[in-house]
């Protein structure tokens, strides 16, 4: 009964369509699939310019020493 009333309320309404509720339900999936290359990225963005910079001061330290 209740179900007839609501499907009957509902009737007039303009329902969503089926790509925009299939982008919804993706979405959780797709951030998950997302989130590990970004951290990667982030995390690669500050460490490769640290080994970078330890590199020159290795190379830097060598220089004066051997002088």
Same mark, same amino acid.
């Given at each position: 009964?209740? &179900?007839?009333r609501v499907a009957?309320s =509902?009737?007039?309404?303009?329902?969503l @369509? @089926?790509g925009?509720l299939?982008? &919804?339900?993706l979405? *959780? @999936?797709?951030?998950?699939?997302?989130? *590990? *290359?970004?951290? &990667?990225?982030?995390? @690669?963005?500050?460490v490769? *310019?640290?080994f970078v =910079?330890?590199?020159?001061?290795?190379?830097?330290?060598?220089?004066?020493?051997?002088?």
């Open positions: 009964m209740y &179900v007839r009957r =509902l009737a007039g309404q303009v329902a @369509g @089926g925009v299939v982008a &919804v339900a979405s *959780p @999936g797709v951030m998950l699939f997302a989130i *590990p *290359p970004v951290v &990667v990225a982030v995390t @690669g963005a500050f490769v *310019p640290a =910079l330890a590199r020159h001061r290795l190379l830097e330290e060598r220089r004066s020493l051997a002088a």
